[in-house]
């Protein structure tokens, strides 16, 4: 089982920016399909953004041109830059590793963008 730990969240304002990371071994990060997901509060699961093994990013229509993703081989860690947030990006944001093997989730952490 492939251990992810997200770290980064919490509360801003409309308009400010968040940097979430998710901790994981170096054959994960540099390996792995890497994605993010958000669950809000009485919402199915999506995803918001992911990286192929190959380097293929892909975001949804929602946070396209706000949010950006990125690996850090050097640090260990599958990154997600959020800008210019809006209410409605407040969920919980959680890590996601695929490979043939399967999928591995971390624990969550909480988004609040509110005034």
């Known amino acids: 089982q492939v251990q992810l730990v997200e770290s980064g969240g919490g509360l801003v304002q409309p308009g400010g920016s968040l940097r979430l990371s998710c901790a994981a071994s170096a054959l994960v990060i540099s390996s792995y399909t890497m994605r993010w997901f958000r669950q809000a509060p009485g919402k199915q699961r999506e995803l918001v953004a992911g990286v192929t093994s190959t380097g293929r990013t892909d975001y949804a229509a929602s946070v396209k041109g706000r949010f950006t993703v990125s690996r850090d081989n050097a640090k260990h860690t599958f990154d997600l830059q959020m800008n210019s947030l809006k209410p409605e990006d407040t969920a919980v944001y959680y890590c996601?590793?695929?490979?043939?093997?399967?999928?591995?989730w971390g624990q969550g952490t909480q988004v609040t963008v509110s005034s």
């Open positions: 996601n590793a695929a490979n043939w093997g399967g999928n591995s």
